[in-house]
DNA sequence: ACAGCTAAGTGATGCAGGTCACACACTGCT
DNA sequence: AGCAGTGTGTGACCTGCATCACTTAGCTGT
């Protein structure tokens, strides 16, 4: 199969200069260039969808650039994002390698370029590079980590404001200032923040509201400063 | 490492006649010999530790028998139990492969029996034998599976009866009947199942009167008699 | 510049479920 | 028997958050 919403083709980003411990890097001479033969590249737009909860697996995405939201919605139309994917990420793992169908929709937030690689020729490729397997085995002991992570947040944060919390720190670890503070840019709106930490969109506004008059954040444009993480941390355990 | 509380040593369960499917069943005669070499099994009593969260990973522990309760604790005191594991299951999997430390605490629920694969000597053996790799792969997607059932619940039911139904439903589908109904004992007490769906003791209690009242189960002694599936998937969609 | 759309802020209301408090049932122990 | 310990059933209360219903802000294309 194809990979959708193909456009154009641009380069071999399998190397990922900047993330070596990733999956599929630093493989050996003949297992990169035979991944080399079975991956194809593409480019989505925003909004496409690189697979479907509850499809069959088709293959994995290695994520090149853009950011993928990942949801699963319940029957009655209630969202959940799992987790926001960036640079380097694998994704439809899981599925693949236990033949069952996607857990999670994944959605380009903003245009990227993803490799696909096809179920079948994956799995052959694991068969015929076994010290590629425990590499996967790693990645998805990983992925069970996160998993586990917001299992914990979701059962055992008692209030929203905890949980929202706990996001701003998550957030903010990527871009620490020596001072406890840190500033970073806000790509999501208040519903997708609400889908996050499993509330909705009007407790998030009230939610920043709160925390902007207890100074713990501020707020200029798109531009989002955590004014103290230990002030957070303290909301956290509280 | 020793396994902790060892008591006498019994059998040989690694056979699993049962369950065939299991990870270490089926191997190779080399492979199955090598790891009779490196394992240990022991009898714990109820309400023994095989581990606790946050500890590093000394092994896993093969289940033979008995039952045993999978949780984890936030700082607050608040408990979630995210599985109740029974013979055949894989303790620790997902922290040795990944070298992170173990992610819940497991509890023998009762008296039983486990085979212990200590850290080093797995890993080893999993370089060796790289059919079994692929396998591990397996069993751990198979967790993250069992993962995101429990964060679609956590994250999606709306209410504690929707998941209170979710969880009779899980049980009754180990005995069912031609008619929609099923009869299992109840081995957990309120407040541990409370622990399970995220809620309190007394929110169990309630619980079990109303679907009482509304004929969907029907108590005598610690036999749970579920009356209609089809009424309980009612109420989980609703 | 204006309509049209999506996102964000905010007030009013209602109720589900957490918390506290106590009574009762069952078990094993001495 | 009698008591302690653990589990269960229920009532009363109160709060935090979902829901509904608007308004306001910001951006996009014509």
Redesign the interface.
Known sequence: MRAPYGLNILDNCLTCPSRADHLFCNLSAHAGQRLNEIKSTAVYPKGAMLFIEGQQPRGVFVLCTGKVKLS?????G?T?I?KISDTGDVLG??AV??S?PY??TAEMMEPGQANFIPREPLLQF??DH??V??R???Q??????T??E???T?????SPSEKFAKLLLSWSTRTPQNDGSAQLKLTLTHEEIGEII?TTRETVSRLFSEFRRKQLVQLKGATLVIRSRPALEEIV??
Chains 1, 2 share one sequence.
């Open positions: 699963t919605t319940s029957r009655e209630k959940i799992t793992l899981n390698i236990s069952r857990e999670v694991l068969k076994v010290e397997a425990l996967v085995a790693q998805l002991s990983r992925n069970y980590f998993a586990y917001e299992i914990r979701l059962g055992l944060a008692a499993g355990q509280s």
